[in-house]
């Protein structure tokens, strides 16, 4: 069974960026797709990110495009995700979570998440 | 863009009433709609997937319905761990994917 282990909480100022790593272990690392979802405190879920494993195609919310960078290493079973020009509305908690249930995608595994404060 | 719209935004009930909760896509999903339970300071966890197939481990007092454009989550008599907060998910557009905005559920 596939666990994502997140890297840890993280305080930044704002205009400073953020990279989150999300460590697969437990089965292989490919065939599916990595999905980054940020949840503001007392807020909704907001889906921000998928990058496929096997060849690194990205998507991205369009309201984050500009900001976000994700990556894999697929010898490390490693995804991250960079936000850029932090503002104080990206404080939340932020997710990563495969979608291995095609054709359907959905997100079957999660990560435990991580804190992402943005405060000057 | 796709719209997913869920309704009660919150609710209250006792243990062993029906509750049931709707979700509405913008436009037709086919069945292309997931549901997550979230408890408070954890991850969301996947209930179902393609509008009605339940995830292993999953109760069966936990059932989804719908295709197009309208979906109900229901859960047939609610349990004291069952008090949570509910998303739906449309994947028809994957990958790009919407949450609704959750269903509270809390406790009467």
């Known amino acids: 069974q596939v666990q994502l282990v997140q890297s840890g909480a993280e305080v930044k100022k704002p205009g400073a960026s953020v990279k989150v790593s999300c460590k697969a272990s437990g089965d292989t690392f490919s065939s599916y797709g990595i999905n980054w979802v940020r949840q503001a405190p007392g807020q909704g879920l907001e889906w921000m990110g998928w990058?496929?494993?096997?060849?690194?195609?990205?998507k991205s919310a369009q309201n984050v495009q500009d900001r976000v960078t994700m990556t894999t290493d697929t010898s490390t079973s490693t995804a991250y995700m960079e936000l850029r020009s932090l503002r104080s509305d990206d404080t939340a908690v932020y997710y990563c979570a495969t979608d291995r249930l095609a054709p359907f995608d959905a997100f079957d595994i999660w990560g435990q998440g991580t804190m992402v404060t943005v405060s000057s | 863009d796709m719209q997913m719209t869920q309704s009660p935004s919150s609710l209250s009930a006792s243990v062993g009433d029906r509750v049931t909760i709707t979700c509405r896509a913008s436009q037709n999903i086919s069945t292309y709609l997931n549901w997550y339970q979230q408890k408070p300071g954890k991850a969301p966890n996947l209930l179902i997937h393609a509008a009605s197939s339940l995830e292993s481990g999953v109760p069966s007092r936990f059932s989804g319905r719908g295709s197009g454009t309208d979906f109900t989550l229901t859960i047939s008599s609610l349990q004291p761990e069952d008090f949570a907060t509910y998303y739906c998910?449309?994947?028809?557009?994957?990958?790009?994917?919407?949450f609704g905005q959750g269903t509270k559920v809390e406790i009467k």
């Open positions: 990058i496929s494993v096997d060849n690194s195609n990205t």
């Open positions: 998910q449309q994947s028809y557009t994957s990958p790009s994917w919407t």
